[in-house]
């Protein structure tokens, strides 16, 4: 079985653009949750998306988005760049996203915003 | 908002010996997770807990949920030089789908 992919591997933006990422998520996966890895705050929750819907939300502002497809592939948007977005969006897919189903991430995106 | 402490923050060992790190929480959780990072890659899975008690293996590596609900350790037996990398732990909280809470990480580096 294929694994979590993320495109692209790596992308740099100025400030004030905006960008989308991708995540493919494992086959018959359902659940894929978006992290953001910075090394002053770690890896800290973006949302999760479950057939189609965002189901739960971490703490950051609007202009970090996401949605996701009927194929289950989900994408990210972050609008309006600032230096401080510079990092790793990690991308992770279960089953159902339950407490008893693994989370499997993918290598990631570095983003860095100049 | 829920918070996991872990520690030690980094570790700089002997090939061959054990390893010891652990998380702690104000906080219940149900589930328990320990991941390996590698330098430009995504967390690994190493081992889940599930119950509050539960001492689990996979091969070297044991770990156990500990019996509050609000700790976990990670044991390393035998150290060896690719052991090297950061390890966290992650828990999740019944009704929160999908998001795992991480402690900050534990920089392990092995001397041959």
């Known amino acids: 079985k294929a694994g979590v992919t993320q495109t692209p591997r790596y992308l740099i933006k100025t400030r004030g653009q905006q960008v989308t990422l991708s995540c493919s998520p494992i086959?018959?996966?359902?659940?894929v949750s978006w992290y953001q890895q910075t090394p002053g705050q770690g890896l800290q929750f973006l949302f999760e998306?479950?057939?189609?819907?965002?189901?739960n939300k971490g703490n950051f502002p609007g202009r970090f988005s996401g949605r996701q497809f009927s194929n289950s592939r989900s994408e990210m948007n972050v609008s309006t760049l600032e230096l401080g977005d510079s990092a790793l969006y990690l991308c992770a897919s279960s089953s159902t996203g339950h407490l008893t189903d693994t989370q499997y991430f993918g290598p990631g995106t570095r983003l860095t915003v100049l | 908002g829920q918070q996991l402490n872990q520690s030690p923050q980094s570790m700089f060992i002997q090939e061959g010996e054990d390893v010891s790190m652990n998380c702690t929480s104000s906080?219940?959780?149900?589930?328990w997770l320990w991941y390996k990072q590698d330098p430009g890659e995504g967390p690994v899975l190493l081992i889940a807990l599930y119950k509050a008690g539960e001492l689990t293996s996979n091969g070297r590596l044991t770990a156990q949920f500990g019996i509050t609900r609000k700790d976990s350790f990670l044991n390393i037996s035998a150290s060896i030089p690719s052991d090297v990398g950061i390890y966290f732990c992650?828990?999740?909280?019944?009704?929160?789908?999908?998001?795992?809470?991480f402690g900050q990480g534990t920089t392990l580096q092995v001397k041959p």
């Open positions: 906080s219940i959780f149900n589930t």
């Open positions: 992650a828990g999740l909280i019944a009704g929160n789908t999908g998001k795992l809470i």
């Open positions: 086959s018959g996966h359902r659940s």
């Open positions: 998306y479950f057939s189609e819907t965002q189901r």
